[in-house]
């Protein structure tokens, strides 16, 4: 059985910071690139950042400077570092894990960022 496990979701106030973490099992993790998205009240799912087995990393335009991603293949972890957060970050976000030959998708129930005051 395949899981994605997000956790470190909260209520943060605006400027600050928030690490999120997604726990994989179920498949062979360096067969998969990795990544994190959200999902805002009435949008739709967007990619925030990504990052390859090999540790090549990809972000939105609005992550740039502000979040950093990271995985750890020997835990099986995806991580994404949130700072200087807005209130446009208000969102739900989730983990994915992407297999490199057949695209297959896996997706966590995702965890709630709420930026506040």
């Known amino acids: 059985q395949v899981l994605l496990e997000e956790s470190g979701g909260a209520l943060v106030q605006p400027g600050g910071s928030l690490r999120l973490s997604c726990l994989v099992s179920?498949?062979?993790?360096?067969?998969?690139?990795t990544g994190w998205y959200r999902q805002a009240p009435g949008k739709g799912r967007e990619l925030v950042a990504v990052?390859?087995?090999?540790?090549?990393?990809g972000y939105a335009a609005f992550a740039k400077g502000r979040f950093s991603i990271s995985r750890d293949s020997a835990e099986n972890t995806v991580d994404l570092q949130m700072s200087a957060l807005r209130p446009e970050d208000t969102a739900v976000y989730f983990c994915n894990a992407k297999n490199i030959l057949n695209g297959v998708d896996y997706w966590g129930q995702g965890t709630q960022v709420t930026v506040s005051s």
């Open positions: 990052i390859s087995r090999g540790d090549n990393k």
């Open positions: 179920g498949i062979i993790f360096d067969m998969y690139s």
